[in-house]
Structures are given as C-alpha cells and as structure tokens.
C-alpha cells in the first residue's frame, strides 16, 4: 500500500488512471483525509473565537482536548454526512468518552463534506453512548444543544468584568 500512495497518492488514484470503477464508493477514505488536514485550522478558528469573546483556550497536544479557562475541556469532532439509500443525510459522531471532555462540539457537514452545516454543544452529562447517528432533524432530546453558528459556545466560554462592589 505505500508503494501505491508514493506513486500514485492513493490505491483509489492507480483505479482512477487505469479506468477502474469499484463497485464500492471509496469517496470517503478522501473526505476523511481532508477533514484530518482541516481539524487543526476549525480547532485554531475555535480557540481564536474564545479568545476575541474573552476567555482563554489552550490544546492540550497529546489529548487534542481544549481547556476552556482552566475550568472546563472540549472536544472538536466533525461529522461527515452521508447519504441513506433513500437520500435521506445521516451524520456519525463518535464522541471522546475516554479522553472525558465535559463538552464536545460536533461540527455536521454540509451534503458536499465541504463546509459546516451546523453545530451541536454536547454536555458529556447528557450523552450516555460513544456514538451517535444523526439524522437531518433529530428531536429535542439532541437539537437542543443544535446551534447554527458557534456563537453560543463563545459566549459560554466569554468573561465579563464586574464593576467593583462598593
């Protein structure tokens, strides 16, 4: 297999220039490769939007956890979408329940895997399983924590300044 990403980038690469059409979609294997080269930038992008509302975010370089005013951990997941044999969206999120973030934001991709969608802020107290399967529309139970921008998670993590007590 490394011969095959040396010379031609990928095994799906050699299929493609010798006109070779598996019966399987491997699209995915390359969606995934971009979104492990897009994590570190929507990682950076969420550090930077606490920081401009007031907080203070650090990663923690072994785990990949973010530390959130040194008082809370997030997890930064992004989930792929994906199309039933339907056409119905699913999205499969696996949450970090062994690195035990207090929250973990899922980042739900567009049909085309190229932009966000949307974002779900997941309390770790809420969520009972390792993986979840979301569909387009979810119920309360889990759009609650749905946002369409990560706006609220900025405000969360924002300090305010009181003014002194008398």
């Given at each position: ?113 190229v932009a966000p969608l ?49």
């Amino acid at each position: 297999s490394s011969i095959y990403r040396h010379r031609f980038g990928s095994l799906l690469r050699a299929y493609e220039l010798i006109g070779y059409d598996p019966d399987r979609d491997y699209r995915y294997i390359e969606i995934n490769r971009a979104l492990r080269r897009a994590h570190p930038q929507i990682v950076a992008d969420i550090v930077a939007g606490v920081q401009r509302a007031g907080g203070a975010a650090a990663q923690d370089p072994v785990s990949e956890l973010l530390s959130i005013n040194g008082e809370f951990t997030a997890s930064v997941v992004i989930a792929r979408s994906f199309k039933t044999s339907s056409g119905a969206l699913r999205w499969r999120v696996r949450l970090d329940v062994g690195l035990v973030p207090d929250m973990t934001i899922a980042i739900r991709l567009d049909e085309r895997n190229v932009a966000p969608l949307d974002y779900y802020v997941l309390p770790s107290i809420d969520m009972n399983t390792p993986r979840l399967k979301l569909a387009e529309q979810n119920g309360l139970s889990l759009d609650a924590y749905r946002f369409e921008s990560l706006d609220f998670f900025f405000a969360l993590a924002g300090r305010v300044r009181f003014a002194e007590a008398a």
